[in-house]
């Protein structure tokens, strides 16, 4: 349905280009939940602002249902069946207007089912009576919840959301992460996130990103049974849970930035890292590390 | 040691035209919150967490009740310090990182190399960023700041509102470590809404609901027999990419 194809994206700051993502190549098909999952700064939320459009890509094409978005007759009509869910929800609701306001918005003032709204608003356990509350009344998580109902209400083909398990508290990702499964039957999902934990538990497949690339992809499934790149491994050792309370952490710092992007901090680099890492795949799960599968052999 | 004795807040609500009620932010609370331990505060979003910190760290003073620190009632002005959820408002984007270092020295009559130091026991290096402007750092390195200006003066206790929001969880578990070394010198409360985190680094916890602890016990007697319901939910419920939905 989604097709990201070779694509280069950055700002411009002080008429100076920066460029941030490099050579991105995924796909969302139908009825489908895909994860982007990476630290700060990998160029997540960069990644899903060329993807909706909101900036222009340097190189490479984003293409729905096989039409290039960024044409003027295309992007009008991909803009209307897809929506949006920022990071920041203060920004996304009119300050001193009811939430009931604000749906009545969403419905271009016509009537709506008042029945409908409740019960979405009852699955992301929020009570009738937010409906009379104005936006700053509300705490961060239920502001936050109010903005994802909102996006459910309109049951749009392609859901994009810009972290949406921060300021969450446990049951109501819960709740949330059970009604995406829910959505999946009528339209397909694209979440961005760094909570390794939420991801895990809904997406069908993932995309791991550092440093602007993608180092990783495949089935929820092949990822949690081996991971190919380092990075990867890191990331499931180290995650803040009860069980793992007791795994010391070993920071490493190579000062070595040249090559692959995740050299500066890799417990297993070499010297051929330092060349330009090329993406491979096998059986449908994409890694880019020169040194698999020598690696997994290091920590013995 | 801080000690809460019945702590109660409300806000009132516009129920209909001309009429309101009272609605309790904070229902009667009476705790106490140790000394060289992490004492870890979850519940769900809207229990009152952060006006319970307010209220504790001494910036909201609207309140009924008592609360004692270290037995008395004034506190000294470096007994206790407060990290904010949100680390843009508590710095100066147009300063850079030695600007609010030293600032910071200054207010609180330390030498520059001491509170440098503090820097770089938070996990940032200090010549590498020195010369950085705030607004060119990303939100975990921001929150990293701003937990080392709270160290500077060396205070008792440190509240740490959901301080920690915005990093990711490689650097998350690290300074999470960093706050179990920590806790020998400094007394800890960390808030969260993620049960997960709490019970990875706090030693007790306080489960809250709609403005009322409903239970608190040590980490392990809470992680493993929860008494109340609602703890039960919380643990059943809290994400872990072991579970698939």
Known sequence: ????????????????????????????????????????????????????????????????????????????????????????????????????????KLYNWKSFDKQYV????????????????????????MRHRVVIAMALLKNPELLVLDEPTT???????????????????HSSVLISSNDVNALFEICDRVYILYGGQIIEDGKYSAILESRFQPYTEMLFRYIPLYSNRNIEYISVNNNKYNGCVF???????????????TYETINDHGFRCIRYPGWKNDRA | MIELKGIKKQYKLKSSPLKYRDYYALD???????????????GSSGSGKTT?????????????????????????????????????????????????????????????????????????????????????????????????????????FIVLDEAFSMMDSINLFAILTFLKELKKTVSLIYIDHDINRVSFVSDYIYIMNCGKIIEENYTEKIMEDPEDEYTGELIKYSPDYRKRI
């Open chain 1, 1 to 104: 349905m989604l097709q990201v194809a070779g694509l280069y994206s950055g700002y411009y700051h002080n008429r100076e280009y920066t460029e941030i993502l490099r050579n991105i190549n995924m796909h969302v098909d139908e009825n489908e939940i895909v994860g982007i999952l990476g630290p700060n700064g990998s160029g997540k939320s960069t990644l899903i602002k060329s993807i909706i459009g909101d900036i222009y890509a340097s190189r490479g094409d984003v293409l729905y249902n096989g039409k290039s978005i960024y044409s003027k007759n295309n992007y009008h009509e991909y803009r209307n069946s897809l929506i949006y869910v920022k990071q920041d929800s203060f920004n996304s609701l009119k300050p001193l207007k009811t939430v009931n306001f604000q749906i009545g």
């Open chain 1, 118 to 141: 409740e019960s979405i608003f009852m699955e992301l356990n929020l009570k009738p009576e937010i409906l009379n509350m104005k936006a700053t009344q509300l705490s961060d998580g």
């Open chain 1, 167 to 185: 300021g969450l508290d446990s049951i109501s990702t819960h709740h949330f992460l059970s009604i995406l499964k829910g959505i999946k039957k």
């Open chain 1, 263 to 277: 050299i500066n901090n890799c417990p297993f680099h070499d010297q051929v890292c330092e060349s330009e890492i």
């Open chain 2, 28 to 42: 009667n609370i009476s705790t106490i919150f140790r000394d060289n331990i992490i004492s870890g505060i979850t």
């Open chain 2, 52 to 156: 319970l910190a307010n209220i504790i760290s001494g910036y909201d003073r609207d309140y009924s009740g008592e609360i004692l620190y270290d037995g008395s009632r004034e506190k000294d002005q470096n007994f206790i310090r407060y990290v904010f959820q949100d680390p843009y408002i508590s710095m100066n984007p147009v300063k850079t990182v030695e600007w609010h270092i030293s600032t910071a020295a200054e207010i609180n009559h330390v030498k520059i190399e001491k509170a440098s130091e503090k820097l770089e026991m938070a996990g940032m290096d200090y010549s590498a960023f020195r010369s950085r402007y705030v607004n060119s750092l990303s939100g975990g390195e921001l929150q990293k700041l701003a937990l080392a200006i709270s160290l500077i003066p060396d205070p008792n």
